[in-house]
């Protein structure tokens, strides 16, 4: 058993004083409050906050990163970015999509995620054709998580057409092509591999990239099992009106009505909603993924946050594009478009209960991740792995601030990662990456992109 000694720490949703945690195997074994500290307990640094899970990542556009922030003529939006980002899905290698993935995950580590929702789609070589073990890519993915630190939870996504009413895919689209039976087996095989902080849900890319009955046998296929399920929804008005089209009812309205929602489902973005659609996914009990930085850089809109709040709607963060690869920007940014649309501030605090917005959020996004990632805890908890923040209090967005500021002050006035050191299963994390990740990051990059 390992012992550490916290001056201050988040624990249960506020700060508590001289915090003693033990570590059995990697997890919280014990969370004490108000403990002096034991002699062999190692004193902390600084205040104690846990790390976050990213809930919705696509690794391999890591290397398509500031490659289509230009407009030459006519209109630029998500379709259009779509296919650009394409040219980059139907080259790129399971050596490529590891050396990606591994300089991405030390990122996302740097900025406060330890856990990663992988949302994964490129399974076959760029032709559709298959690789000898049809797990290339996701193994690629899991070695990298593995090399940079990060806990993994991969999604194998289930995509069989291109469109409502489309009778396949696209030929640009083949590499992605998968049915819930395949989808299914990968999951399995996955999650019988035994690696260190690794694990396997499910995804649907979408309901215009998986039909009614690929969602019906996928549901088949995952029983009563208590693993996590992601989708696409609602992200984009097209989306929406096709759904209306094809369907006569809204994606979250479809959603509700015949998938069966309950809390193992994860709706990712869900950026369209209207008031009745947001009250029956509360009731089904599933929660929804806001990827804000993402969703900023492809217009797509914003979340109604206010009234996913009050319907106690489990909600967190995700990564996605990977335009922003820390929680904090992530957060600030989620606040910062209400204040913008509604010209208010504070719009996440709920005075009676918890008057601080980055406080209600950073829970929140606590809570919704673990959900996200399949765990049934998370955060400075017993049972959860043993994994955390440790603040820098010399940092100048937290310097001689008070107690009760300093997850504010992180949130809201710090430059993204104001901690010293980042704990993974009860172990400190090497802060640098090794200089072979970002020669190995640069050499694919030059590959993929045909630079000197």
């Known amino acids: 058993m390992k012992r550490l000694h916290a001056p201050l720490a988040w624990v249960d949703g506020r700060w508590q004083r001289d915090v003693l945690l033990s570590i059995v195997n990697g997890r919280w074994a014990e969370v004490e409050p108000d403990r002096p500290q034991p002699p062999d307990a190692e004193r902390l640094a600084g205040p104690l906050i846990p790390s976050l899970v990213d809930a919705h990542s696509h690794a391999f556009q890591r290397a398509f990163v500031g490659l289509a922030e230009r407009r030459e003529a006519g209109q630029d939006d998500f379709w259009s970015w779509r296919d650009r980002m394409y040219a980059l899905a139907l080259r790129i290698s399971p050596a490529q999509l590891r050396a990606v993935a591994t300089q991405l995950y030390g990122e996302l580590l740097r900025g406060g995620y330890t856990q990663v929702c992988e949302f994964h789609y490129l399974h076959h070589p760029a032709r559709g054709e298959h690789f000898d073990d049809e797990l290339a890519m996701a193994w690629a993915l899991a070695e990298a998580a593995e090399d940079a630190g990060i806990g993994l ?6 995509y069989t057409r291109s469109g409502f009413g489309a009778a396949g895919l696209r030929p640009d689209q083949h590499r992605f092509a998968a049915d819930a039976d395949w989808a299914w087996n990968a999951c399995q095989r996955i999650n019988a591999a035994g690696l260190p902080r690794l694990n396997a849900g499910l995804a649907l890319h979408s309901l215009r990239g998986a039909s009614p009955e690929d969602i019906a046998r996928l549901r088949g296929l995952v029983g009563d099992t208590d693993l996590p399920i992601h989708i696409h929804v609602a992200e984009q008005t097209a989306e929406v009106d096709d759904c209306v089209a094809a369907t006569g009812r809204r994606p979250i309205r479809w959603l509700a009505d015949e998938a069966g929602l309950d809390p193992r489902w994860q709706l990712v973005h869900a950026t369209h909603a209207l008031p009745a659609e947001i009250a029956a996914v509360a009731a089904g009990g599933a929660g929804i993924v806001i990827c804000p930085g993402t969703e900023a850089n492809l217009g797509d809109g914003l979340a109604d946050l206010p009234r996913w709040l009050a319907g106690g ?27 913008l649309v509604l010209r208010q501030r504070n719009v996440a605090a709920e005075p009676a209960v918890q008057p601080s917005s980055a406080a209600r959020l950073f829970d929140a996004a606590v809570t919704g991740g673990a959900r996200a990632a399949g765990f049934a805890h998370w955060g400075l908890t017993p049972g959860a792995r043993a994994d ?43 802060w640098r990456a090794p200089t072979r990740v970002g020669e190995a990051f640069g050499a694919a990059m030059r590959e993929l992109w045909a630079t000197e």
Request: net charge negative.
């Open 388 to 430: 955390a923040l440790v603040l820098n209090r010399d940092a100048d967005a937290l310097r001689g601030l008070p107690d009760e500021a300093l997850l504010d002050a992180v949130v809201f006035g710090s430059n993204g990662s104001p901690w010293q050191s980042v704990w993974v299963a009860g172990r400190a994390h090497p």
């Open 313 to 339: 709607v489990p909600l967190t963060l995700g990564s996605d594009s990977q335009v922003t690869r820390g929680w904090v920007e992530e957060l600030r940014w989620l606040e910062y478009g209400q204040r």
């Open 153 to 158: 939870t991969l999604l194998p996504v289930v």
